[in-house]
């Protein structure tokens, strides 16, 4: 049963330190999304992967943000220094984007609090 | 800008009634449209989806509907369980081969 897998699950971290988040996309995949969802925003697209090129990080603080697939299997979504307003859940998502079919897959999401 | 959002913040329905969840979208340039479901504490899931050649499409309980004249597009669930209470999400393929979501509705069944 494939399925996208992210750690930490739980995250809880002081004001400015660097937390980074991982994401194993499903197997054969070639998009991978990160999204952060707050009671106030809903989700936010936060960057977003093809074929492990970044096509849009426009959503992402990019001073304290940045988001990398190193390879296929790994993408991470760093943050430093980390602020309050951090605080919310990152979910990475991915797809296999083949002419206009799209669907995500979603990872079960890490929980950040930034105190 | 592109956005996809939702009539109703709630919605709580009895037992065994119908529900209806209704999305309206901007991007007439969309082709491609999905609703999720979310329950707590875990991240969305995918329900049904619906391209944009056609208006309706139905699922095991679940029917998606889509009209594009007014950029509106309906989620309808048979006979709502409990399980069937999450927050649910409308979805459109935006410009930039990405998904635009609205902002849910939580979807309350009462026994």
């Known amino acids: 049963d494939a399925r996208v897998t992210q750690t930490p699950r739980d995250k809880v971290t002081e004001m400015g330190q660097e937390v980074t988040m991982r994401c194993q996309p499903i197997?054969?995949?070639?998009?991978v999304f990160w999204y952060r969802q707050t009671m106030m925003q809903g989700l936010e697209l936060l960057a977003y992967f093809r074929n492990r090129a970044p096509l849009d990080d426009s959503g992402m603080p990019k001073d304290r943000f940045s988001a990398e697939m190193p390879d296929a299997t790994l993408a991470t979504l760093k943050i430093q220094p980390s602020e309050p307003r951090d605080s919310a859940v990152y979910f990475c998502?991915?797809?296999?984007?083949?002419?206009?079919?799209?669907?995500?897959?979603f990872g079960p999401g890490t929980r950040l609090t930034v105190l | 800008g592109e956005s996809v959002g939702l009539h109703l913040p709630t919605l709580s329905v009895q037992e065994g009634d119908n529900s209806i969840i209704n999305c309206a979208y901007s991007?007439?340039?969309?082709?491609?449209f999905i609703w999720y479901k979310q329950e707590s504490g875990k991240g969305p899931q995918f329900i049904i989806d619906i391209r944009s050649n056609m208006d309706k499409r139905q699922g095991q309980r679940v029917t998606v509907l889509l009209n594009k004249t007014v950029k509106h597009l309906s989620l309808q669930i048979a006979a709502t369980q409990p399980g069937d209470s999450a927050v649910y999400f409308c979805?459109?393929?935006?410009?930039?081969?990405?998904?635009?979501f609205g902002k849910g509705t939580k979807l309350s069944v009462k026994p």
């Open positions: 998502a991915s797809g296999l984007q083949a002419g206009d079919y799209n669907e995500q897959f």
């Open positions: 197997l054969g995949h070639n998009t």
């Open positions: 979805a459109g393929d935006g410009s930039q081969g990405n998904l635009i």
């Open positions: 991007n007439s340039a969309s082709d491609y």
